[in-house]
């Protein structure tokens, strides 16, 4: 059973219904860490590792999220604007949905089952992974057209203004137009 077929099989364990499968790598820079938002030169590389977003929409506006690794469920109101960040997995998510509905993307309403592969504070640009995967499957089950460089705008906006990080725009960048495309569904 592929990676994609073990997440559709755990999404609808836990949703009850069928589910579509999306997918965003993590990356390694070979030149310039740290150097993408002070104007240096960078070069870096996808990996392996991904993270792993199933989605159905919803009939209301909340985003139902699962992580996997955290064993934890999080329930967000799209239209709730007082959503703030608490410094915890959901942030990057919710901030995405944030994110999409103030560059004029409201998405739907959506149960999503999250799978990171991508190490957790390694320099591997996990944050990135789930905030590409989570914008793209947004995107996608809302019916909006999927503008990667855009979408990379737009999750760069989320980690900076609603998580609160300060980071430049090559991991997103990189994740979503690297040479074999990036995040389609998997």
């Known amino acids: ?14 949703f009850g219904t069928s589910a579509a499968v999306y997918r965003a790598p993590g990356r390694v820079n070979l030149i310039g860490e740290h150097t993408d938002y002070n104007e240096g ?31 934890e469920s999080v329930e967000g109101d799209i239209d709730d604007f007082k959503l703030r960040a608490t410094g915890k997995w959901p942030d990057y998510p919710l901030g995405v949905a944030w994110a999409l509905g103030q560059a004029g993307n409201g998405c739907r309403g959506a149960n999503i089952y999250i799978s990171g592969e991508v190490p957790l504070g390694a320099g591997l640009s996990s944050s990135a992974a789930i905030e590409v995967s989570v914008g793209y499957a947004l ?5 909006h057209p999927i503008d990667r460089t855009r979408l990379a705008i737009v999750c760069q906006h989320a980690e900076n203004e609603f998580v609160g990080t300060r980071c430049g725009i090559m991991d997103q960048f990189t994740l979503l137009l690297r040479p074999r495309g990036s995040c389609a569904p998997a």
């Open 41 to 71: 030169f960078v070069l870096p590389a996808t990996i392996g590792c991904s993270c792993w977003v199933a989605i159905a929409s919803r009939d209301d506006r909340k985003l139902v999220l699962y992580s996997e690794n955290f064993g």
């Open 1 to 14: 059973m592929n990676k994609a077929r073990e997440i559709h099989a755990r999404f609808k364990a836990r």
């Open 139 to 143: 995107l996608d089950t809302s019916h």
